[in-house]
């Protein structure tokens, strides 16, 4: 295998255009339903696969109908799904996503079986075979903030894995825990607000409110490089923030650089985050330096967003490509 996604598995049910919830009992016809997977290790997977990458994912989903859905749409897009431990009486963790008219998308939420997965759910010795391990979600997958999957994680680095980490939530706790796993990984790629959150305590400014991703007063790029630094000093190679039509930052010791997005008509930014994550992966097991790896993702982003769900856009690596010729 070439990389394994580690963490949270989740099935997305979305629906566009919604322009408003009905009231008591009233119908609002819609374009399209469509339910995949989805959440920073299984969405993510499902891209890289895409991307010509061979992928295993491990994590823990429940024992029902979701977890049956998850399981067959991943296996059918060439996900291995083998190691996915099916958890009795939890449920699969999952969403349903109303789409609005801009692309922007509101949530609503079941964490599921991802709050239970440990670092006993997961094959080590798999994980010693691929070039890089994906972390999805590690702000919400709590039983894995464990030293002992601390020090496996500075051991496949230490043979040369390349160890990513992407994030889920927004909320200031979680991602506060998160910045245990900063020491024990190579590359972190959060959006604006998880960066600006992840960081408060770290550097003066960086939790202000300006990091809520929708909100009018979007962070600055100033801002966003402060979080950054804060949370390099903390260990891994590279900060890779994204920033949404603003682009992505790219913080390393060699400096910051910001990689602009590519413009494409926007459908639903949901997945673009993990598609990033997958690009960007993908360009470094190419040999692309830490800044054209980004620029990988930021093609791989922009496909993803012009269709519905996490999946959707994206074809091959040819395409992406020719976003950058």
């Not at 980490?165 to 998160?178: I, K, Q, Y």
């Not at 801002?223 to 913080?251: D, F, I, Q």
Request: net charge negative.
């Amino acid at each position: 295998m070439t990389v394994a996604t580690v963490g949270v598995h989740i099935v997305d049910i979305l629906a566009r255009p919604v322009e408003y919830i009905p009231e008591g009992q009233d119908t609002a016809l819609v374009d399209q339903i469509r339910l995949t997977a989805a959440g920073s290790a299984a969405g993510t997977a499902v891209d890289l696969v895409k991307l010509g990458n061979e992928v295993v994912s491990m994590g823990a989903i429940g024992d029902d109908e979701l977890g049956d859905f998850l399981v067959a749409v991943m296996g059918k897009r060439g996900v291995d799904v083998s190691l996915l431990v099916r958890k009795a009486g939890e449920q699969t963790a999952a969403s349903i996503l109303p789409i609005r008219p801009d692309g922007g998308r509101p949530s609503f939420h079941v964490p599921g079986a991802n709050l239970a997965v440990t670092p006993a759910d997961l094959d080590e010795a798999r994980l010693r075979g691929v070039r890089a391990v994906h972390l999805g979600g590690m702000d919400v997958t709590f039983g894995l903030g464990d030293p002992a999957f601390f020090a496996l994680l500075d051991s496949l680095r230490a043979a040369g894995v390349i160890v990513t980490m992407d994030l889920l939530s927004e909320m200031p706790d979680l991602l506060g825990m998160a910045r245990a796993f900063l020491p024990h990984v190579d590359y972190v790629l959060p959006n604006d607000s998880q960066a600006l959150l992840m960081a408060a305590g770290l550097t003066a400014g960086s939790g202000s409110s300006a990091g809520e991703g929708d909100s009018p007063s979007s962070p600055s790029v100033a801002e966003v490089s402060a979080a950054a630094l804060a949370l390099l000093a903390e260990g891994p190679r590279g900060v890779l923030v994204t920033m949404g039509a603003e682009g992505s930052l790219v913080v390393t010791e060699a400096g910051i650089e910001q990689v602009p997005a590519l413009k494409v008509e926007v459908s639903d930014t949901t997945g673009c985050g993990d598609a990033y994550c997958a690009g960007f992966i993908t360009g470094l097991l190419h040999g692309q330096d830490v800044v054209g790896a980004a620029r990988w993702g930021t093609a791989a982003a922009a496909q993803v967003a012009t269709g519905l769900g996490s999946d959707a856009g994206l074809t091959d690596l040819e395409s992406i490509l020719a976003l950058l010729a």
